[in-house]
């Protein structure tokens, strides 16, 4: 497993590179977090410091999460449950207070790497789907049109995820407003409907995300009418 560290303090990302190292996990380490996005692509799960040098460890979280659902712990000092309950709504998937328990670490790691694993759109389906000369590549969240890289949101990417896995049947806006925002909301179906439309500007092919009215979206060919 690969963690991505951002953490200032040298004395911690020094104890803590053997200690992952002993668990068969591998650090990379940053000390700031502008240059974040830039790293996620190849890790499983990102450990956060809140008091960074040059900006705001909760700010970081909110970039991260813009672009990724890479399972991301916060691990800092700052223990009020104001604290807490921040950095969880901004969306870290757990929170650890320091000093922390090298054991407990491993283990909130590895319990976030399997949750995250077991509700990866298309879990037990093929890692990468090609529909349309649109490629999915499903572990590292990128998308290739006709050859060409397209940058999706994080939200975008699992609405395409879920259609595309589907395997053409219809996904109905219940069910992809649950698995992708995991709640529902007055002005949930305008939301869905506002990343569909982008979607399908950023894929340019507007016929590939069809509506079947009155019951959701789906991902092929348009259905004749009857």
């Not at 560290?5 to 992952?20: G, I, M, N």
Request: charged share 25%; with cysteine.
């Amino acid at each position: 497993m690969r963690i991505l560290l951002v953490e200032d303090d040298d004395r911690v990302a020094a104890a803590l590179r053997p200690a992952l190292r002993r668990h068969g996990m591998t650090m990379v380490r940053l000390s700031t977090g502008r240059d974040v996005v830039g790293h996620l692509a190849d890790v499983d799960v990102v450990l956060l410091d809140l008091g960074l040098p040059d900006i705001d460890g909760v700010d970081v979280c909110r970039m991260i999460r813009e672009t990724s659902d890479l399972p991301i712990i916060i691990v800092s000092a700052r223990g009020e449950v104001d604290d807490r309950i921040l950095g969880l709504h901004t969306g870290a998937d757990d929170y650890l207070v320091k000093p922390y328990d090298i054991g407990e670490l491993v283990a909130r790691v590895e319990a976030v790497y399997r949750r995250r694993r077991a509700t990866l759109p298309g879990a037990g389906q093929p890692e990468r789907i090609d529909v349309d000369g649109v490629q999915l590549d499903l572990a590292r969240h990128t998308v290739v049109v006709d050859g060409e890289p397209v940058t999706l949101s994080r939200k975008e990417f699992q609405v395409l995820a879920l259609l595309a896995t589907a395997g053409g049947a219809v996904c109905t806006r219940n069910r992809i407003v649950a698995e992708v925002w995991g709640r529902s909301w007055p002005g949930a179906n305008r939301t869905l409907d506002v990343h569909v439309a982008t979607l399908r500007t950023k894929l340019g092919k507007p016929d590939l995300v069809q509506t079947v009215r009155g019951v959701g979206y789906r991902l092929g060919p348009a259905t004749p009418s009857d």
